[in-house]
């Protein structure tokens, strides 16, 4: 059995400029997995940059309020919202809120730095 705390991840700054906490990597750890797991936080009225990943990623919003960017589409996300991101869509969140956004990021197959392309 693996548990990890949140508080126990270290803290770090991603290429989109979203802080993030990774949570699981199929690279990293003992376990078998082919995803990675992050938890993002980003400040009110902040705004990661535009960004591709050639992996699929899966946005679960935990707090706050943003809207979402995808290609030329965007959308308001709340807390318990759930956004599929295809590989290679030109993306970016943006906090419209008062209070910090939270958010945990999916990607299959997991994270690669290589694998991501800040816009």
């Known amino acids: 059995m693996?548990?990890?705390?949140l508080c126990d991840?270290?803290?770090?700054?991603?290429?989109?400029k979203a802080s993030l906490r990774e949570?699981?990597?199929a690279a990293k750890g003992?376990?078998?997995?082919?995803?990675?797991?992050?938890h993002a936080t980003l400040k009110p009225r902040e705004t990661t940059?535009?960004?591709e990943l050639s992996?699929?990623?899966v946005y679960y919003i935990l707090e706050g309020q943003g809207l979402m960017h995808i290609d030329a589409s965007a959308q308001a996300v709340t807390k318990d919202c759930l956004v599929y991101i295809a590989p290679c869509q030109r993306q970016y969140i943006e906090n419209t809120g008062a209070s910090d956004l939270k958010f945990l990021c999916i990607v299959d197959p997991a994270w690669k730095p290589e694998d991501e392309k800040v816009l």
């Open 55 to 57: 992996s699929s990623e």
């Open 49 to 51: 940059l535009p960004h």
């Open 30 to 38: 003992d376990f078998k997995c082919g995803y990675s797991l992050a």
């Open 9 to 16: 991840c270290k803290e770090f700054l991603s290429g989109d």
């Open 23 to 25: 949570l699981l990597h």
């Open 2 to 5: 693996m548990v990890r705390r």
